[in-house]
């Protein structure tokens, strides 16, 4: 245990981070399968978002495909992000 000023004046303990064993892979694993998910569905949103252009375009109605086609990508960068950004945090 490494002890800082702070836990020397409070004694408060500085336990070590680390998974317990065997529980790393599983969780590596979990997560990978979730972006893998995640990055599957925006391709299927952005596969039906296209396709509900094409077919509202030839019936000639107009529907606001430009924001549901923000919220997909928005989605997609958000999906895309979370393993960078939860490696910067922990």
Same mark, same amino acid.
């Given at each position: 245990?490494?002890?800082? /000023? %702070?836990? %020397?004046?409070?004694?408060?303990?500085?336990?070590? *981070?680390?998974?317990? @064993?065997? #529980?790393?892979?599983?969780? @590596?694993?979990? %997560?990978? %399968?979730?972006?893998?998910?995640?990055?599957?569905?925006?391709? #299927?949103?952005? &596969?039906?978002?296209?396709?509900?252009?094409?077919?509202? /375009?030839? *019936?000639?109605?107009?529907?606001?495909?430009?924001? *549901? /086609?923000?919220?997909?990508?928005?989605?997609?960068? #958000? &999906?895309?992000?979370?393993?960078? $950004?939860?490696?910067?945090? $922990?």
């Amino acid at each position: 245990m490494k002890a800082t /000023l %702070l836990s %020397l004046y409070l004694a408060v303990p500085q336990p070590k *981070r680390q998974a317990p @064993d065997g #529980l790393g892979p599983k969780i @590596d694993k979990m %997560l990978g %399968l979730a972006a893998w998910a995640g990055t599957a569905a925006g391709v #299927l949103g952005i &596969v039906i978002t296209g396709a509900m252009m094409g077919i509202s /375009l030839k *019936r000639g109605e107009s529907s606001e495909h430009m924001s *549901r /086609l923000g919220m997909v990508l928005g989605g997609c960068c #958000l &999906v895309a992000s979370a393993g960078p $950004f939860a490696n910067w945090i $922990f």
